[in-house]
């Protein structure tokens, strides 16, 4: 059974810091390119940052550039986002996503979301 698990949202001032996690099982974690998207109120989902399989290639929003920091550890079949320097506009629910492509088929997983709000 393919599953995606986040977790480590909350409740944070601006300036704050927080680190997600997304545990994956079921499938083919380290040849997978993971992501992670946030989805306002109001507003349609957004995709934050991703990195390759292997963990050598990043890419970011213009929006969290110098603040958030993809990774991930395929030992632990884990991906993570540390979030620095915290706004209220970061406010979000954050999903985790995998794509997985197998020859020519491809595979999109995501998580349940997690939420993050960020607000003094």
């Known amino acids: 059974q393919v599953q995606l698990v986040e977790s480590g949202g909350g409740l944070v001032h601006p300036g704050g810091s927080l680190r997600l996690s997304c545990t994956a099982s079921g499938f083919d974690f380290s040849s997978s390119y993971m992501r992670w998207y946030r989805q306002a109120p109001g507003k349609e989902r957004e995709l934050v940052a991703g990195i390759s399989s292997a963990g050598g290639t990043t890419n970011y929003a213009e929006s969290v550039k110098g603040r958030f920091t993809i990774s991930r550890d395929n030992g632990k079949k884990t991906a993570y986002l540390q979030m620095n320097s915290l706004k209220p506009e970061d406010t979000a629910v954050y999903y985790c996503?995998?794509?997985?492509?197998?020859?020519?088929?491809?595979?999109?997983?995501w998580g349940q979301g997690t939420q993050v709000t960020v607000s003094s």
């Open positions: 996503n995998a794509l997985l492509i197998i020859r020519v088929t491809r595979f999109d997983y």
